[in-house]
């Protein structure tokens, strides 16, 4: 019954979550025809949503708005709704302790609510990042719990009575490349069946689909595909210190080795990592290698290397500023970008906000600017607002400092009217004049 609902795309859909991820997830499915319903605990957001305003940037609201109005897409607090669902995706966070650990309470919390409501032939699938062992480690005891009551739990089969699959979202916010639709989607089902319900799923709003052996190998794909940007991009990082010593140009070098046709991928050197995923989810990997008493040295070693950029950002500030007899303490600095990628307006782990902390230590000033992020509350401290990028702000400071190197900015006309630059990105790097002012990680 759910494969025909599903393909003759009467099925109802659902979203739990309704984020970076999530929102996408369920323009997506709308798309191609399917009623769904997307559920967020943010009552605030939901409200926005119903007017048809998105606060997802690859989401707009002209997208959005018409699938709002017509009902194709409907939005709630209200988790009662999932009984009437018949495929239920979960995009909720999964972010990290204090002390590096999985926090499991978002994914808990949502499985809790799906368990309740759990009705024969319903798809539950997990796109949310995890560690190996999260589907049926979690959530299938928890959904076979409540399906089960008042029989034996023996009775109850996963791939009989429900589906149970894992697909990691491969959502990379401000990539006008690759969409949704267009990415290829990796699945795994507890069963056979279970991976079939939920590649035919898929397969009506997504171009290509790749199924795998089991939801734990799906789920170690998700955090082998940033680890290994976590990784490349913390070697790159060494690089760039080794060749600061050596009074050698990390850029330069990079870009004559990428003209190798093969054997060699560019990674590039910046602030640190940002994002919720490449900063995050190698700790995933590392903390579930424990387990099987195995340390990861290569993953934190990395890890460690890309966590100390920021204070090398600062360092190269102090530097820059000693050099015109300037120093840290007092001085104003204009950060320009605090995204943690160019051309959107995420902040999440940006490097950027651990700059500024660092700055601030140092009791230096700053103003910020960010044609993308409008306000900046740094840990319940003071909220600070983006500056128009005049003339004035440019010249009256001590350092621009370029942690994100938006397109929009004129590099040539920041350089000119600067009087010292440090850049993070190589963003000055088409910069005929002034170089001289130009200090580079």
């Not at 997802?56 to 939005?75: F, H, R, W, Y």
């Amino acid at each position: 019954m759910i494969l025909e609902k599903i393909e003759t795309r009467t099925a109802r859909s659902g979203v739990i979550g309704l984020g970076y991820v999530g929102l996408p997830l369920t323009v997506a499915i709308a798309r191609a025809g399917f009623r769904v319903t997307g559920i967020d605990i943010c009552s605030e957001k939901i409200e926005r949503l119903k007017q048809g305003i998105s606060d997802v940037p690859d989401v707009t609201n002209e997208v959005l708005a018409p699938l709002i109005k017509s009902g194709q897409i409907q939005v709630t607090t209200d988790f009662g709704v999932l009984g009437e669902l018949d495929t239920v995706n979960i995009c909720v966070p999964t972010p990290l302790r204090e002390n590096r650990t999985p926090d499991m309470q978002f994914i808990t919390a949502a499985v809790q609510q799906v368990a309740q409501h759990l009705h024969p032939e319903q798809l539950i699938i997990l796109e949310s990042t995890t560690y190996p062992g999260t589907t049926e480690e979690i959530i299938l005891p928890e959904l076979n719990a409540h399906f089960s009551k008042g029989t034996s739990p023996d009775t109850t089969q996963v791939g009989r009575d429900f589906y149970l699959a894992f697909s990691p979202e491969r959502i990379e916010p401000g990539n006008s490349t690759y969409s949704m639709t267009n990415t290829p989607k990796i699945i795994g089902g507890v069963t056979p069946h279970c991976t079939h319900v939920a590649e035919t799923f898929y397969a009506q709003f997504i171009n290509k689909t790749h199924t795998v052996s089991s939801p734990r190998t799906a789920e170690m794909v998700k955090l082998l595909e940033n680890t290994f940007r976590s990784v490349n991009i913390g070697l790159i990082n060494e690089v760039a210190l080794i060749c600061d010593r050596m009074d050698l140009d990390v850029w330069e070098i990079i870009d004559a080795a990428a003209t190798k046709p093969f054997g060699f991928m560019p990674f590039y050197p910046g602030p640190g990592l940002g994002g919720h995923c490449i900063p995050i989810d190698p700790h995933y990997l590392s903390w579930k290698a424990q387990m099987y008493q195995y340390h990861a040295r290569f993953i934190e070693l990395a890890t460690e290397i890309n966590s100390e950029m920021p204070k090398y950002v600062v360092d190269k500030i102090i530097h820059a500023l000693n050099l015109q007899r300037k120093p840290l303490n007092g001085a104003q600095l204009l950060i320009l970008g605090i995204a943690y990628k160019k051309d959107i307006g995420d902040i999440r782990e940006s490097p950027a906000l651990e700059v500024i902390r660092l700055i601030l230590d140092k009791k230096a000033d700053f103003l910020y600017h960010d044609p993308y992020v409008k306000d900046l509350s740094l840990d319940d401290r003071n909220i600070y607002h983006s500056e128009p990028l005049t003339a004035d702000l440019v010249e009256n400071a001590d350092c621009v400092v370029i942690l994100t190197d938006h397109d929009v900015i004129d590099y040539c006309w920041l350089v000119e009217h600067a009087q010292l630059v440090v850049d993070t990105r190589n963003a000055t790097r088409s910069v005929k004049k002034g170089q001289e002012k130009i200090i580079k990680i």
